[in-house]
């Protein structure tokens, strides 16, 4: 150590004068604060956020899920629970039941990779906290969006490449950049959707 | 809904302005069960006014002054500290004074897995906590194991402790934390957690 | 008893969709040739080569085996002075069960070596903890694991798992859901052994001892770590660590899910610089496989380890200067390590945890902004780094705090096992990006930082100078550019087909199909892989059978043996040293008890 580092003072005075830098510097520039004043402010989280989970549906309204199992094989959580029904009409398969448990989700995202008919979506919602455990096993009914459901709002779903077999309701369509900034097309979606039963 | 863009010439972290809670489409989250036949007191007689009001200033109190004790083992403890440092700021709620001590804490946030090892050691926490005590389980491994359906992992604190808020994630967001938080806050002030 | 339903393994009733071949490593003939040469250099009866590995590996007789440590160790010209690993593999099949496996690493030579001894159930072997300290928790933890005892170990008794606990968890005949209750009554108490050299002194001392527990729910132990201290007034005379109060059960759970499921509990092992888990998982299963990801993804994953390298120091000093009362530095970190996380969110969808690497790639190609953000994170770091420096590098009562503080010496630093920063700080220049090379760190230019006297202020400065050298990387990293081309092999057997393929083609959906149902099954064999992560040498040694379910995860914890010269380390001095000491060391619970 130095004659001055051996005095205390110096460096104890120096290091007050640069917190006090900090702090008239910011005292002048509250805009450019880095804290995010939630909820009045919210951070955008990017368009890959992994967040709830939501089953998109056809054109017809009809979900796009076909049972496959696929998405509870690849889940590592196993929190998912799926019961495969038969459409009379059709003859195509369709789940009867199909639940995600919140608790148990890592949000790994590997049901979305896995899924063969670009059926199950991830969301940028991250305000999931819940009073009842209960709550937590989100069934069909909060998890099935209407075929007109905003982009906005979509997070992780799969880019492996371009979605063409169901046009780009919800995807980002052949070599369209991903975006990183703000979403100008945030039309919130329908709370009824994502009130938990 | 028109979206205003703030400018964060420093930060590559985009950002939105939003709306207040209870104000735009967060408002059927946040609305709770219950509450439309919530009991507001206005058709109260004067002798139980003074001590329904007195109930509301003492709930309001507790909502704003949550001293949280971070009861933090894994991951979610260090989206814990984000949420406590300065990018999100918890001290704007009153709930920054972090107390590692039960005895001077009101809120336990489990945060990360709790095996069976420290079980107990959450137990006895929680006991040492003076009433009027409140818990949220952070994440995917303290509100259910996770993905860890193993042989040294409890599955879900509720087999130790009640639990007031659940939070869902691995780890979740610090604002996904902070949305619990604050969701309890509301509920304290309303009166719907009673306790002591 | 616990009432936890069973839910263990996915459940697949089929045949088991095999992968007969055999691993032949890409290292075999080099391995085999080094290891005759070790052969003949010791000159040992008890040896038996095993050809084929990547490593060269011996078969040691179960009664010499503290012989061959020893002559391994002593060695004039091999000096495997640095013990990397000690951990068993259960075989429930042959008749002797057990591989006992030891990994040993020459730092005079850079090269390693591997020895397995084959137990059968009941038999024991000797403590090697006389050759090389470190061992000493690594049997521990094998006879936690596997009930193999350990003739003559000083302290054997159960580590990860608690007192209550009935059976050995990671033999294959243990079912991986059935839990355990530990009641208040169960509870050991912990005498910690009096240091040598303060024996004598007991009746000279003016006080009278007392045992200090901290933890495990202390702030400075960060959650999960408990110290049990006999103090003489303020001196602390004997310390025993006690841990295994965030033991997951990565290894049993790896065990019970596939090969691309593993990874995201590999993000939670090290969950301050999850990528390099990811790097080190993947990086060895695309061995077994004989696959190499495609440069862009090369890239990507330097760059991301990097900047998770440095978000792990930030958040070591950041913590570890808030132990020692210095809040103001904690926030200036952490918020360019938001902005890091920022950066790994954008690309991954997850904040802390991406799990953004899959074997054979990357998950999904990186946003098109990716590397004009990187840049703006590298030109805004050093400010914050300068800044805490600043403020406590000089401050006679930051130094007077750190300095001759939990001092290891290089002879115990390397005996007990260290890796990484705490290695480097007692001045040994051990960097496995230098040593063994990987993703092409070769072709920077940047050098490894080492400090002198291994105490806790070296820590600092180590670490300090780790996150200008890892800028100094990613700066040449992002001038580079990230190669054009694909960030997923093209091989179906490995990676999930594009999604438009899937939708649109019927051999594309088979694949997919197949990929997810019967997963991805390396061939038969085993192989060790290593990468430096924040905090030393993250290795991850793998046993296939051949079906989609790894048969043996083992990830080399670099915080485990770095938390059992603790005690040793603050032996003789105060409690605010520990605590200062504790935090310089960065032990991750998740990684140490995995």
């Known amino acids: 150590m130095t004659f001055s580092e051996r005095l205390y003072l110096p460096q104890v005075i120096g290091g007050m004068f640069r917190t006090l830098k900090h702090l008239t510097k910011n005292l002048f520039n509250i805009k450019g604060l880095p804290t995010i004043s939630y909820p009045e402010v919210k951070r955008v989280y990017s368009e890959r956020f992994r967040g709830r989970h939501i089953l998109t549906s056809r054109e017809d309204g009809t979900t796009r899920c076909v049972a496959c199992y696929m998405c509870s094989t690849a889940c590592p959580a196993e929190c998912i629970t799926i019961e495969a029904g038969e459409d009379q009409r059709t003859r195509e398969k369709f789940p009867v039941r199909y639940d995600i448990d919140l608790l148990r989700c890592v949000f790994c995202g590997y049901c979305v990779d896995a899924c063969p008919e670009d059926a199950i979506y991830m969301t940028r919602d991250y305000e999931m906290a819940i009073d009842t455990r209960a709550r937590a096993v989100v069934g069909l009914r909060d998890l099935v969006v209407p075929p007109n459901f905003p982009v906005g709002p979509m997070g992780w779903r799969p880019y492996y490449g371009a979605i063409e077999k169901h046009g780009t309701a919800g995807g980002t369509g052949i070599g369209q950049p991903l975006r990183t900034a703000p979403y100008e097309d945030d039309a919130p979606p329908n709370p009824d959707l994502y009130r938990g039963a | 809904m028109p979206v205003q863009k703030i400018d964060t010439p420093n930060s590559i972290i985009p950002r939105k302005a939003g709306v207040a809670p209870g104000e735009g489409p967060e408002k059927g989250l946040i609305t709770l069960p219950g509450e439309a036949a919530r009991d507001t007191g206005d058709d109260l007689g004067g002798a139980t006014y003074l001590t329904t009001k007195l109930d509301q200033v003492v709930n309001w109190a507790r909502g704003n002054s949550l001293w949280p004790l971070p009861f933090g083992t894994a991951c979610c403890a260090i989206e814990f500290m984000s949420m406590v440092s300065s990018h999100y700021d918890i001290s704007r709620f009153g709930a920054e004074v972090v107390r590692f001590s039960p005895r001077q804490a009101d809120l336990m946030i489990v945060a990360g897995t709790i095996v069976d090892k420290i079980a107990p050691v959450l137990k006895t926490i929680y006991d040492q906590m003076p009433e009027p005590k409140y818990v949220i389980a952070m994440g995917a491994c303290a509100t259910s194991g996770g993905f860890y359906r193993a042989y040294h992992v409890v599955q879900g604190i509720d087999e130790i402790v009640p639990v007031d808020m659940w939070v869902p994630g691995c780890p979740p967001t610090p604002d996904g934390l902070m949305y619990a938080i604050l969701k309890l806050k509301e509920k304290i002030e309303r009166g719907e957690i009673r306790r002591g | ?594």
């Not at chain 3, 000493?136 to 054997?156: A, K, Q, S, Y």
């Not at chain 3, 910690?192 to 001892?209: C, G, N, T």
């Not at chain 3, 046993?543 to 010269?565: L, M, N, W």
Request: charged share 20%; aromatic share 10%; net charge negative.
């Open chain 3, 1 to 594: 008893m616990s009432t936890l339903t069973k839910l263990s393994a996915i459940p697949y009733t089929g045949p088991a969709p095999t992968n007969r071949n055999v691993y032949t490593p890409t290292e075999a003939p080099a391995a085999d040739a080094r290891g005759e040469a070790i052969l003949a250099a010791l000159n040992l009866s008890a040896l038996t080569q095993e050809r084929g590995q990547d490593l060269p590996t011996f078969i040691v007789d179960r009664a010499e085996i503290i012989n061959v440590l020893r002559a391994l160790h002593d060695h004039a010209s091999l000096q495997f002075t640095l013990p990397l690993e000690l951990f068993a593999v259960d075989y429930p099949n042959r008749e002797q069960r057990f591989d006992v496996v030891y990994q040993l690493y020459s730092l005079a030579n850079n090269e390693r070596v591997r020895l397995k001894v084959r137990l059968a159930d009941g038999e024991t072997l000797a403590t090697s903890s006389g050759v090389y300290q470190a061992y000493d928790w690594f049997e521990r933890e094998i006879f936690d694991m596997f009930g193999i005892r350990f003739d003559g170990h000083p302290n054997l008794r159960r580590i990860l798992t608690h007192e209550n606990f009935q059976g050995h968890a990671l033999r294959k005949d243990y079912d991986p859901a059935q839990r355990w209750l530990l009641t208040d009554a169960g509870i050991a108490t912990i005498h910690p052994k009096i240091a040598p050299q303060f024996v004598q002194e007991e009746e000279d001392s003016d006080f009278e001892r007392v045992t200090l527990n901290l933890g495990p729910s202390h702030p400075a132990t960060h959650g999960t770590l408990r110290i049990v201290t006999t103090l003489d007034g303020e001196t602390i005379v004997g310390a025993d660590c006690e841990i295994g109060y965030l033991h997951r059960c990565f290894e049993k759970m790896s065990e019970t899910h596939t090969y691309q499921q593993v990874i995201p509990y590999t993000d939670r092992l090290n969950y301050c610089s999850a990528i390099i888990n990811n790097v080190g998982y993947c990086m060895t299963v695309e061995k077994m496989l004989g696959v190499t990801a495609p440069e862009r993804a090369q890239h990507v994953r330097l760059i991301l380890s990097e900047f998770y390298r440095i978000s792990d120091h930030i958040i070591c000093i950041g913590t570890n200067l808030v132990d020692m009362g210095a809040l103001t530095n904690f926030w200036w970190l952490f918020q360019p390590r938001e902005e890091i996380i920022a950066l790994a969110e954008s690309c991954s969808g997850a904040r802390l945890l991406p799990s953004y690497l899959r074997i054979g790639g990357l998950a999904v190609d990186v946003p098109s902004d990716f590397l004009a953000n990187a840049q703006r994170i590298v030109n805004m770091l050093p400010r914050y780094i300068d800044d805490v420096e600043a403020l406590v590098m000089k401050n006679r009562i930051f130094r007077d705090r750190v300095e001759g503080v939990g001092v290891i010496s290089r002879e115990d630093a390397i005996n007990f096992g260290f890796t990484g920063p705490c290695l480097r700080a007692t001045g040994v220049p051990f960097d496995v990006r230098k040593s063994n090379p990987y993703l092409g760190y070769e072709t920077y230019d940047w050098d490894v930082p080492v400090a002198e006297g291994g105490d806790t202020f070296a820590r600092f400065l180590v670490r300090f100078e780790e996150m200008r050298q890892s800028l100094r990387i990613l700066q040449q990293a992002i001038d580079r550019g990230l190669p054009p081309g694909p960030v997923m092999v093209d091989n179906p057997y490995v990676a999930l087909p594009p999604k438009a393929k899937v939708y649109n083609e019927m051999e594309s959906l088979i694949y997919h199909f197949k990929l997810i149902m019967h997963g991805i099954q390396p061939p038969v064999g085993e192989a060790y892989f290593q990468v430096e992560g924040g905090n030393g040498e993250v290795g991850f040694y793998i046993v296939s059978d051949g079906t989609k379910h790894p048969y043996r995860v083992r990830a080399r914890p670099p915080c485990f043996p770095i938390f059992e010269a603790y005690s040793k380390m603050i032996t003789g001095q105060t409690i605010p040293d520990a605590i200062a000491a504790l935090g310089s060391l960065n032990i991750i619970a998740g990684e140490l008890d995995r």
